[in-house]
């Protein structure tokens, strides 16, 4: 299980390690974000998931699609090259 810090909020230590896992390649363009497969890894609430996904969102590293989910962007989508 992963080891939350006490000093910092679960959903942004969330948001961190996907926002790692996308930019160091281990999560490709167009991979799907599964909520519920975050929800048991991290065993967190899935609103603080959401909360998470709603960040990286906001950060254009994933977009979400209404009723299919959300997606990890290319980088050009991000504004990288």
């Given at each position: 299980?992963?080891?939350?810090?006490?000093?910092?909020?679960?959903?942004e230590?969330?948001?961190?390690?996907?926002?790692?896992?996308?930019?160091?390649?281990?999560?490709?363009?167009?991979?799907?974000?599964s909520?519920v497969?975050?929800?048991?890894?991290?065993?967190?609430?899935?609103?603080t998931?959401?909360?998470?996904?709603?960040?990286?969102?906001?950060?254009?590293?994933?977009?979400?699609?209404?009723?299919m989910?959300?997606?990890?962007?290319?980088?050009?989508?991000?504004?990288?090259?």
């Amino acid at each position: 299980m992963f080891e939350f810090s006490p000093t910092r909020s679960k959903w942004e230590q969330i948001a961190e390690t996907v926002t790692e896992r996308i930019t160091t390649g281990e999560l490709h363009p167009d991979d799907k974000l599964s909520e519920v497969e975050l929800t048991e890894e991290f065993g967190v609430d899935r609103k603080t998931v959401r909360k998470a996904v709603a960040a990286l969102r906001d950060a254009r590293l994933v977009i979400t699609r209404t009723g299919m989910g959300s997606f990890v962007t290319h980088p050009s989508e991000r504004g990288e090259q």
